[in-house]
């Protein structure tokens, strides 16, 4: 079975920091990688997704992806307070959907 | 556009009473369909999916059910609750394997 470890659980950054969030599984068959971002309360909405090796920019959020060595990362550029949340990974195979558990994320203004 | 819909928003139920959760999607057709649980401050859990009416796949046993009646409709149930069934639900949509998957917003469930 999957298994999805995120680092750290939680981080505290000064407005504008450059943010790191990390993430390993353990099955290194082609699988898509998403981010999703959940507000306390609320249901997880999905940021980016990363496919092949290498790196993916959106806006703000660049994504790495190597496979070989199982590990994903999620940076934000010039963090906001508005991007206080956890931080989910999930590890999209097919139908079966595997989360890690989360980075909670505070950015202080 | 497409839109999801999750009822109810909260429920109180006493342990060993029955339960039953619905979601519907507007606007797609024939959408994988998705149960999550989510224990308070705990990791989001992939219970149930479906990919086409009638068929429901489980992924975790937690004494529950899930039925897919209509293409547009995803029912979680149980005629039996636990206390460990407390926690937030959430009914899920996506296009196709692989791809985003589109939550509700979810039922917090309390087992007293």
């Known amino acids: 079975q999957e298994k999805v470890q995120q680092s750290p659980e939680s981080l505290i950054v000064p407005e504008g920091a450059m943010v790191s969030l990390n993430c390993s599984f353990s099955d290194s068959a082609s699988q898509s990688i998403w981010w999703y971002q959940q507000h306390p309360g609320k249901g997880p909405k999905a940021l980016i997704?990363?496919?092949?090796?290498g790196n993916k920019k959106e806006g703000r959020l660049t994504v790495y992806l190597n496979r070989a060595s199982l590990h994903v990362s999620l940076h934000i550029k010039d963090s906001q307070p508005s991007d206080s949340a956890v931080y989910l990974c999930?590890?999209?195979?097919?139908?079966?959907?595997?989360f890690g558990a989360g980075t909670k994320l505070t950015i202080k203004p | 556009a497409q839109t999801i819909h999750q009822w109810p928003v909260a429920e109180i139920k006493a342990v060993g009473s029955p339960l039953s959760l619905g979601c519907t999607i507007k606007?797609?057709?024939?959408?994988?369909l998705y149960w999550y649980w989510q224990a308070t401050g705990g990791t989001l859990q992939q219970l149930f999916y479906s990919i086409t009416v009638g068929q429901v796949e489980s992924v975790v046993q937690l004494n529950l059910s899930a039925s897919r009646p209509k293409d547009d409709q995803f029912i979680l149930s149980t005629e039996k609750l636990l206390l460990s069934h407390s926690g937030f639900y959430l009914c899920?949509?996506?296009?196709?394997?692989?791809?985003?998957?589109?939550f509700g917003k979810g039922t917090r469930l309390t087992v007293v």
């Open positions: 606007g797609k057709s024939s959408p994988n």
């Open positions: 997704s990363i496919f092949s090796n």
């Open positions: 899920a949509w996506s296009l196709a394997a692989k791809t985003e998957v589109f």
């Open positions: 999930a590890v999209n195979g097919n139908e079966k959907i595997t």
